[in-house]
């Protein structure tokens, strides 16, 4: 027999769009409960952001060692890599970050939560794996993303890892073969590559950290692809285990197989919204082919259902602050709901924590018609202060539309982009023309003159 709860909105998922729902609902006076099969502390906080910014801060630590000789700083020997001590930080800082959410949990009121697997029985019911029945008016699911494991990488048993599982490391592997040059591989394999892990990277194909720009990408690659070891382009042909090494082969165009050996291969290609288990079919909600639910983009909600979708499931870019200001708005709208309003939406932001970093503005090069935009542009290289700090890599590239001279977005490689994607985020987010830009204070000297001079630069021959 089951126990059954009574709710005003279940929300399933209680991570970085799952607690802002929830807080949402309560602002409103309703009553919600918050369902969580796994444990608890968000996807960011447990194996996203912060736990990679631990160990890309460690790489850090050690490249500017390294880098210390070039600035006529001398340097006895070369940094030595304690892999278990590295690890053992960044899992102690992880679970810091863990237990702050973990905390705001379990203060929450016990009628509140539920630590359950759930699926749906029918409309605005579900069953979860302890034996309750829960009825709800309406539902939020913020059930995030879960890796794909491709049935070719199978035959290497535990060898093939996600990025799930790299903040658990006892110690440093000696080699790791990363598949996928997004944001994830990007950032995973320049932080274990500078502290001493042979990587390489592959790509299927010529993308590269999700830049649309073809001149900044190609600058993002001459960059950062030597300490990569980048192919892109690669074709897997060989995947077979001896021992405890990953052996694989991949071929580019029609040129031969190349075979290496690795401790770990770890994917970073694929993550799909984790919405099996809760047996949408059972439902009335329109799926498309892939099993997801229509949803209004404005609303989040699911055409014509009480039903709305919030963060990484939602199948958008995977931020976590896109996924709080998701959270906010499906909360705010199950609560009214019938009475659903739109969501504004801030300015399209970036930044991959690569050194030098990435960014993007406004949605990048990839959403704007080239004929109606001029594009201004800065190179890194020749950039006064980025020289001074001897960081002087990259290329900026500003977008202002013509027809009356409005910033509209940026793409770019270099030193302290994540600074200048606020600023310029800021601007967009402001409706700012490239002129009214232009007339804001530069300090002298910085990396902010740099956009000055891509701003100036995109006015060149303006009408």
Not at 27 to 47: D, Q
Request: charged share 20%; aromatic share 4%; hydrophobic share 45%.
């Amino acid at each position: 027999m089951h126990t059954r709860i009574d709710c005003d909105v279940a929300i399933i998922g209680a991570g970085s769009a799952g607690l802002p729902a929830y807080r949402e609902v309560i602002k409103a006076g309703l009553k919600p409960l918050l369902i969580e099969s796994g444990p608890h502390g968000t996807m960011c906080a447990r194996v996203g952001c912060m736990p990679s910014k631990l160990l890309i801060a460690a790489a850090e630590a050690a490249a500017a060692v390294r880098h210390a000789p070039d600035f006529g700083v001398q340097v006895p020997c070369q940094p030595q890599v304690d892999g278990v001590a590295v690890m053992d930080r960044v899992r102690r800082e992880r679970d810091r970050f863990v237990s702050f959410v973990v905390d705001d949990v379990q203060a929450m009121p016990p009628e509140h939560r539920l630590d359950a697997q759930v699926e749906f029985l029918r409309d605005g019911v579900l069953q979860s794996d302890q034996g309750h029945e829960i009825h709800a008016s309406r539902i939020i699911i913020a059930t995030g993303t879960q890796p794909v494991v491709p049935e070719l990488y199978r035959p290497l048993g535990e060898l093939v890892i996600v990025n799930d599982d790299v903040f658990d490391w006892q110690d440093l592997p000696r080699s790791v073969l990363l598949v996928g040059s997004g944001v994830i591989g990007v950032e995973l394999g320049l932080a274990l590559a500078r502290l001493g892990v042979r990587v390489r990277v592959l790509n299927r194909s010529g993308s590269f950290a999700h830049l649309a720009d073809p001149a900044v990408r190609q600058a993002a690659v001459d960059v950062l692809a030597p300490e990569l070891n980048l192919v892109q382009d690669a074709r897997v042909t060989t995947m077979r285990r001896e021992g405890q090494q990953a052996w694989v082969g991949w071929t580019v165009g029609d040129g031969p197989e190349t075979q290496e050996s690795f401790d770990r291969v770890l994917l970073t290609a694929g993550r799909r919204p984790a919405l099996a288990a809760l047996h949408l079919e059972r439902t009335s909600m329109p799926l498309d082919d892939r099993g997801m639910p229509e949803i209004d983009p404005a609303t989040l909600q699911v055409r014509g259902q009480p039903v709305f979708l919030a963060g990484d499931v939602t199948g958008r870019h995977a931020i976590q602050h896109e996924a709080s200001d998701d959270g906010r708005l499906a909360g705010r709208n199950a609560a009214a709901w019938p009475d659903v309003q739109a969501g504004a939406r801030r300015a399209p932001l970036a930044i991959v924590f690569s050194n030098p970093q990435i960014m993007q503005v406004g949605g990048g090069f990839g959403a704007y018609d080239p004929a109606s935009m001029r594009v201004g542009a800065v190179d890194w290289t020749r950039q006064g202060r980025s020289r001074v700090m001897l960081r002087n890599q990259g290329l900026l590239h500003v977008y202002m539309r013509q027809a009356d001279q409005r910033f509209i977005g940026a793409e770019m490689i270099g030193p302290d982009a994540e600074h200048v994607a606020h600023l310029l985020a800021w601007a967009l987010q402001m409706d700012m023309t490239v002129p009214q830009m232009l007339g804001m204070p530069f300090y002298h000297p910085t990396i902010q003159e740099g956009v000055r001079t891509a701003l100036r630069d995109a006015l060149k021959g303006a009408a």
